[in-house]
């Protein structure tokens, strides 16, 4: 059974040309988790980039030239051993994706972890 969901992952995941949205992937992770809860997932507004790399008043930098960076932001509860867990293999399975910003809600009921997880890609000349 581990290795049908280890084949479906690799399915899942995006490759260089494109498969499934990287909201999927990132749920279908989470089923390997049984610890934790999916409380919500949004995608984030995409970003073309500008005319080169260059830093705005609010101190973020603008995508280089040539880019595009789509995201999505997600939040998932449950003990901090298995929020720890969920991101070491978020890091090992998708090394090319990159991480925005993470947020950890501890208070009366479960943690509450929120991350941004971003993919890059080339502009159609």
């Known amino acids: 059974q581990t290795e049908q969901v280890n084949l479906a992952v690799r399915q899942l995941l995006p490759s260089g040309a494109g498969s499934a949205p990287l909201a999927q992937a990132l749920v279908h992770l989470l089923r390997r988790h049984d610890g934790l809860t999916l409380l919500r997932t949004s995608a984030l507004p995409a970003e073309q980039a500008g005319p080169g790399s260059v830093t705005s008043g609010s101190g973020v930098t603008t995508l280089p030239a040539g880019l595009t960076r789509q995201g999505v932001a997600l939040t998932v509860a449950g003990s901090y051993a298995d929020l720890t867990r969920y991101v070491n293999t ?26 941004q997880l971003f993919l890059l890609g080339e502009l159609a000349p």
């Not at 978020?90 to 991350?115: D, I, Q």
């Open 90 to 115: 978020l890091e090992a399975a998708m090394p090319f994706v990159r991480w925005g910003e993470m947020h950890l809600v501890s208070g009366k009921g479960a943690p509450e972890l929120t991350l």
